[in-house]
């Protein structure tokens, strides 16, 4: 199966070249690399043509957009930069980090995956970051969730779910959408990926209230998203964040802003919620 890989990237300059170099020692190589330079001020573009110039499948892109890291909707619009100059002759996409580093025979295991069943629909593997010299698992979702570092699709799921949306919580708006339209989400705990960069480390102020918003756009509804909000925030260890998040909830309701789901994919969303924490209950 040919697979492509695009990865936005800004100011990476520290990792983006451990990424690459994990790609191009991959058991099976990919066969494009896109990467998306979106206005970094320092070496980042320089490191990634020197991989174009000895790797004729990496190939660079340079974007230009506001500096502000907003969750979301920064790097899937460079994401959505990198899909437009590929072609369609793929298998997968995958939408990639530019601060990870991949096991090997991470994309082999992928692809295997994809070919056991027509059904399953998107694959990834484990984060892993560092710890007092340890990699421990980055803890911060349930396990049968793929982190939005990197998600492998395959192309009709891709086009099923309309591809990735450009806003907070669109790496989890696609799993829903793929259970939605009944195709199968499969995590590997074998694929340790190491997240060189913890996640959320560049999120500014403004995007603590982002979390509430995206809980809000996917439909979830109050009860849920207070239940998702503690969660996440004990998770992070940090209890007070839930008030931000729920803040962020209430702004995004009162200002009516638009759901990233229609309302049978929100019903549908609502209730694969609610069963969920139920089994985890009972």
């Not at 990424?19 to 320092?42: A, R």
């Not at 891709?158 to 907070?168: E, H, N, S």
């Not at 439909?219 to 998203?225: A, P, S, V």
Request: charged content about 25%; aromatic content about 14%; hydrophobic content about 40%.
């Amino acid at each position: 199966m040919n697979y492509y890989i695009i990865i936005p990237t800004y100011n990476e300059e520290k990792f983006i070249s451990l990424t690459l170099q994990s790609l191009v020692e991959q058991t099976v190589l990919p066969k494009k690399v896109v990467v998306v330079n979106d206005g970094s001020t320092d070496n980042t573009a320089t490191i990634i043509q020197s991989f174009c110039d000895k790797y004729p499948f990496i190939h660079l892109v340079n974007k230009t957009s506001d500096a502000i890291h907003l969750p979301g909707s920064k790097v899937i619009q460079a994401f959505q930069k990198g899909l437009e100059t590929l072609d369609n002759h793929y298998d997968l996409i995958v939408k990639a980090d530019a601060d990870l580093i991949f096991p090997p025979n991470y994309f082999e295991t992928i692809i295997n995956h994809f070919q056991s069943d027509d059904k399953i629909g998107m694959v990834g593997g484990f984060a892993y970051i560092e710890k007092n010299g340890d990699w421990i698992l980055e803890n911060l979702t349930d396990k049968d969730h793929i982190r939005g570092a990197f998600k492998a699709y395959r192309k009709a799921t891709f086009q099923q779910i309309g591809g990735l949306k450009p806003a907070m919580g669109w790496d989890t708006v696609d799993e829903l959408l793929c259970k939605f339209y009944n195709w199968k989400v499969v995590t590997d705990e074998s694929l340790k990926v190491k997240h060189l960069k913890p996640t959320g480390a560049n999120y500014n102020k403004t995007a603590r209230y982002k979390q509430g918003e995206a809980f809000y756009s996917l439909g979830y509804g109050f009860f849920i998203t207070s239940i998702a909000s503690l969660k996440l925030a004990m998770r992070k260890r940090k209890p007070l964040l839930f008030l931000d998040y729920i803040k962020g909830f209430w702004k995004a309701k009162s200002a009516k802003k638009p759901l990233l789901v229609t309302k049978e994919q929100a019903k549908f969303i609502r209730n694969y919620r609610w069963k969920k924490m139920k089994e985890k209950l009972f």
